[in-house]
């Protein structure tokens, strides 16, 4: 594997919630300005990943660095604004485009210029004319780009996707992978990218990581979906329909 700088470095990571046991001992890699993508059956602890990332959870035991720090020595403020988080259902605020994407702004007292939410809108292919206009008149497409301009709007150099594309058809799925795949080319922001689609973490990713019951089984360049040296990826892929 090539020698790259680490963005997120996980060191023998643990973290339980009532006794549960949801991530085991993990150690691994994000790299830095590559797109990463985690896949796993439902509850291996992809999402509960996230959260430690962005200090939504603490962990029990172990280390992470974000850009080699230890990620409690950020304030939690900075620590949001570096890595930013989109979700699959794309919550919005009752409102405009405009206040939709100024409210990271917004929270912190301050103001989104129009020329800035015109660029974000044009980076992310919403036309600037909808910018007044009420998110309840949106598509499930264009909601899904709006959510990402606003996690773009504090230009984090880590963005956290969490199946972002999975209610979406097959057209706007493509456009969602596109963007993200321009946002990663264009800022070299650091992605990770939670999917159940296995097509798209080989197409999209550089890396991907496989995890099964809270474990990091295998990690490596995207092409290790294709011919997994683990007994247990070769299960999980071979049960996968999608």
């Known amino acids: 594997m090539p020698s790259l700088n680490a963005a997120v470095q996980w060191n023998n990571v643990t973290f339980s919630v009532k006794g549960k046991t949801i991530i085991q001992n993990l150690t691994g890699t994000f790299y830095e300005g590559k797109i990463t993508t985690l896949v796993g059956p439902s509850g291996a602890g992809k999402s509960t990943l996230f959260k430690l990332c962005n200090g939504l959870h603490s962990a029990d035991t172990g280390d992470i660095l974000i850009a080699g720090k230890e990620i409690a020595s950020y304030p939690p403020v900075e620590l949001r604004r570096m890595v930013g988080f989109a979700l699959q259902d794309a919550t919005m605020i009752d409102g405009t485009v405009y206040e939709n994407l100024a409210m990271p702004l917004t929270l912190q007292g301050k103001d989104l210029s129009e020329e800035k939410a015109q660029e974000l809108l044009q980076l992310v292919g919403l036309p600037i004319t909808i910018s007044n206009q009420s998110t309840n ?67 999209i990713g550089d890396y991907t990581w496989v995890l099964i019951n809270g474990q990091l089984i295998e990690s490596g360049e995207s092409s290790l979906l294709d011919n997994p040296e683990n007994h247990e990826v070769r299960l999980f892929l071979k049960g996968d329909h999608s």
């Open 137 to 203: 008149d949106l598509s499930g497409g264009q909601r899904q780009k709006l959510s990402i301009a606003r996690t773009l709007v504090n230009r984090p150099s880590i963005l956290l996707l969490d199946e972002i594309t999975s209610s979406l058809d097959r057209v706007s799925q493509q456009d969602i992978e596109a963007l993200i795949v321009r946002i990663n080319k264009n800022y070299g922001t650091t992605i990770v990218w939670i999917t159940h689609n296995l097509q798209q973490a080989r197409t």
